[in-house]
């Protein structure tokens, strides 16, 4: 084991706070994530980890944690990679400033990783895919087309243009009253409603480009379910089944199309290995998994979806960037200092409707 | 304080609100507090997005405007001004407003709050409430506050 390179990634930019062990031949020795599901259903919304020093104390017991259960020290590692944004500025701060301590502490490289970057290169992590693919990253913070050409080049084709996916389900469950996190209780109420019992909107579908809105969607839910309690009083469970129906269907409506654009796009490219690969959490929606497995089989694209738990936040996929960036000889973040927004792909995307457009190369 | 007054404006079209966005982002200055009011789906973060890329533009500069629901707040920078676009929904306690630094940000920056009825009693006495209603199929901005500020916004959405 000595020959291969070992490295301890560090992940707190949102919710979670997490640690993991990571070898250059992909293999994850741990994976540690804070486990905070209790504290989230029992407040019916996702509990923000704000004060760093809480992050800080969750930190140092996720690295002990990780590194033991990697049966490695410090002394086995060979670099630290810590995420420095986008996200939660406390979180990422509190992240950054330990894996500043350990690195000034034990000698060791420390290299800055932009979170997005771990969701894009997990699929090499996993599935040892190779460049250019095609990622769609659709989780409660972010929903965007990204081909990624390299460890550190990706071309944004499109995306939100207001709420993220995840946000959307999290608050559609709450306007039906539903459990948070929004997803997974969405789905299941789904699964006895009737996805055609209203006409939800299916905003953007039709317009060029590969972005999406879902904010509209999100208006539509509230306004259905308002006509419906100003009629009967009250909502039934066969509403909320509908309701919930209705709208996972036009999410899934929404992001199949979009891909369809997206995959013609990325194939103009030529790619040996044409592949549509998923991160964040709205990958794991079952409907949403299907529509897209049924798209790229239809267009001889291979679908990639990592195991959910490296589809979510996690610690592994930054140690993985950290590999990633040290076999083509990238320092990461250069100075290394917390960013709360941290776009991949710098250009300016065209805006819609608004008559200005261009991307500054 | 400042004689206090309410005005309502028709927003049934969503350009109604980003113009309204874009004429009050013309008045904002450090230390202006805008309390954005309303259920879920009726229009805040378009609005707070609006008056964001609108004060950008002023300054030729672009940026993605996320919603802040995951990170909680979202800090801009427009030349010397700074902005903040705050969502409070997921905070538990007035303790936790201390550690997101808002009550500095109510002095130095532009705030644009939305869920600020976790504020408290930490809401700012010369802040601008907008409250977004929705009904059937009008929408209206009700917006109270200092008196001069709402005469300069007379007529903005027509």
């Known amino acids: 084991m000595k020959d291969i390179e070992i ?5 707190s930019s949102c919710d979670d706070t997490a640690a993991a062990v990571v070898t250059a031949d992909r293999r994850i020795l741990s994976s540690i994530v804070a486990d905070q599901t209790m504290l989230h259903s029992a407040f019916g919304g996702v509990v923000p980890e704000i004060a760093a020093r809480a992050h800080a104390e969750k930190l140092d017991f996720a690295v002990e944690q990780a590194l033991s259960e990697a049966d490695v020290t410090l002394k086995d590692i060979h670099a630290i990679a810590v995420t420095a944004g986008p996200g939660l500025i406390g979180g990422v701060m509190s992240g950054v400033m330990l894996a500043k301590g350990l690195a000034t502490g034990s000698g060791l490289p420390l290299i800055g990783v932009n979170h997005l970057v771990g969701h894009a290169l997990t699929p090499r992590l996993t599935d040892d895919l190779a460049f250019p693919y095609l990622m769609l990253l659709v989780s409660g913070g972010h929903c965007q087309f990204l081909i990624v050409n390299g460890p550190d080049q990706f071309e944004r084709l499109g995306g939100t243009i207001d709420d993220a996916p995840g946000e959307a389900f ?5 306007l039906l009253g539903l459990s948070q996190p929004g997803g997974p209780s969405i789905e299941i109420a789904a699964q006895s409603g009737n996805d055609k019992a209203f006409a939800f909107p299916r905003p953007l579908l039709n317009r060029d480009g590969m972005d999406m809105s879902f904010s509209g969607l999100k208006t539509a839910v509230l306004r259905s379910r308002d006509a419906i309690i ?9 509403d909320q089944s509908d309701l919930a129906a209705s709208f996972q269907s036009a999410v899934t409506d929404l992001l199949v199309e979009k891909s369809r654009r997206a995959i013609q796009v990325y194939l103009e490219q030529s790619p040996v290995q044409p592949a549509l690969a998923v991160a964040g959490g709205v ?3 079952t409907l949403v998994r299907a529509g ?3 798209l790229t089989s239809k267009m001889s694209v291979e679908f990639i979806a990592p195991p959910l738990p490296l589809c979510t936040d996690n610690a592994a996929m930054i140690a993985w960037v950290g590999h990633e960036l040290r076999r083509i000889g990238h320092p990461g973040m250069t100075p290394l200092v917390p960013r709360p927004r941290w776009p991949l792909d710098p250009r300016r995307p065209s805006m819609l409707g608004s008559g200005k457009k261009g991307a500054k190369a | 304080m400042n004689s206090r007054a309410t005005v309502t404006f028709d927003i049934s079209q969503l350009e109604d609100t980003t113009k309204f966005a874009e004429r009050l982002a013309t008045r904002v200055s450090p230390g202006t507090c ?3 009011e309303g259920d879920l789906g009726s229009g805040k ?3 707070a997005r609006a008056l964001i890329h609108s004060k950008l533009d002023e300054l030729g500069l672009w940026e993605d405007v996320p919603s802040p629901t995951f990170t909680l707040v979202q800090t801009y920078v427009a030349g010397d001004l700074e902005i903040w676009h705050a969502d409070l929904y997921r905070l538990q306690s007035v303790d936790e407003l201390e550690e997101l630094g808002l009550e500095d940000a109510f002095e130095s920056a532009v705030t644009l709050i939305e869920w600020p009825d976790r504020l408290g009693p930490l809401v700012p006495d010369d802040a601008l409430h907008l409250r977004f209603e929705l009904s059937d199929d009008t929408r209206r901005l009700v917006c109270t506050g200092p008196q001069h500020l709402l005469d300069l916004l007379a007529g903005s959405t027509k």
């Open chain 1, 7 to 11: 490295i301890l990634g560090i992940e």
């Open chain 1, 170 to 174: 999290d608050k559609v469950a709450r």
């Open chain 1, 230 to 238: 100003s009629e009967k009083g009250g909502i039934s469970l066969k």
């Open chain 1, 283 to 285: 990958a794991a929606n």
């Open chain 1, 292 to 294: 897209l497995k049924d």
């Open chain 2, 34 to 36: 805008i309390l954005l």
């Open chain 2, 45 to 47: 973060t378009h609005f």
